[in-house]
């Protein structure tokens, strides 16, 4: 059930184009938050259980003294801190690069900010249903910068029951459903930020525990003091049944089909989820009529 696609590129895994159905993911690019960052200034955490927030200037750029008065939000993701760190300094949140000593602190971004996150953990939930028989793919920018001295990063995808509000590893109601890890060229630390993916094929059927869960993303910081740092995340889903609308699976399409497909929505089965949008609606219904109509290849 695991298929890793990327293009080398020395002992870095570089990403390559990939086509599916989009599943959304809020602030992918971090650039949405409550107020403009200075230079070399981080939030503290991006929210989540017990976590305060705040800003600091992180190192090289100062001494990582939190500012409580003027907080960052950071819609969409959450974080926490490992259990050897900090309770309330959280080593990961939204950070505004900028140069250091004449020299830029990271280039290849897109936009103003970037995720950075040392010993942390960081996710979110994308409350889009685990379907089967789909291939997910994430993909995102990644990076060292050269004032750092990480050489690897790593995330995963992960399957988040219902009630669970920390879409973390580790969590009860969190199950890991494939790990990327990722070695940038050069030993790492280059200052070069690049685009990385990998991808999970889920099963034709879904286990008990993964009935019902929605897919979220799982960050993990770096080993120690080094950062690492993350931007614009994409995560698509593409269907791998043949004939979406042979819903009983007979080969035929019959007034069956639709019974069956009744039968899904009702139970509320991820299967019925035909638009991919994470929740069953009227519109599922109309791309089951659009599939019944166009027929099985």
């Not at 570089?14 to 981080?42: C, H, K, Y």
């Not at 140069?99 to 939930?125: M, R, W």
């Not at 069956?260 to 991919?276: E, H, P, S, V, Y």
């Amino acid at each position: 059930m695991r298929r890793i696609t990327m293009v080398a590129s020395g002992t870095a895994c570089l990403a390559s184009a990939v086509l599916g159905d989009p599943v959304p993911i809020v602030n992918p690019g971090f650039e949405t938050i409550n107020r403009p960052l200075a230079g070399g200034e981080q939030s503290n955490g991006a929210g989540g259980a017990g976590v305060e927030l705040g800003t600091y200037s992180t190192f090289p750029f100062g001494g990582g003294v939190v500012d409580w008065s003027n907080p960052v939000i950071v819609p969409g993701w959450q974080t926490r801190t490992v259990p050897f760190g900090s309770p309330s300094q959280i080593l990961a949140g939204v950070l505004r690069p900028t140069d250091v000593g004449g020299d830029p602190f990271i280039t290849g971004i897109e936009g103003d900010h970037v995720f950075a996150i040392q010993a942390a953990l960081a996710g979110q939930d994308t409350g889009v249903l685990l379907r089967p028989n789909t291939e997910y793919t994430l993909g995102f920018l990644g990076g060292i910068s050269r004032f750092d001295s990480e050489y690897f990063f790593s995330m995963s995808l992960i399957a988040i029951e219902d009630g669970v509000t920390l879409p973390l590893e580790g969590q009860a109601g969190v199950t890991r459903l494939e790990l990327g890890r990722f070695f940038p060229p050069g030993g790492g630390a280059d200052g070069l930020m690049r685009r990385y993916e990998f991808s999970w094929t889920s099963p034709e059927t879904l286990p008990a525990p993964l009935v019902g869960t929605t897919v979220g993303i799982h960050l993990f910081g770096s080993d120690g003091l080094p950062r690492v740092l993350y931007d614009d995340f994409t995560l698509t889903a593409v269907s791998l049944d043949a004939c979406p609308a042979d819903v009983d699976g007979d080969g035929e399409l019959t007034v069956f089909d639709f019974l069956a497909f009744q039968n899904l929505f009702d139970a509320g089965d991820a299967r019925a989820d035909l638009d991919g949008d994470g929740s069953l609606t009227l519109f599922d219904f109309l791309a089951f009529q659009d599939a019944f109509d166009a027929g099985c290849p």
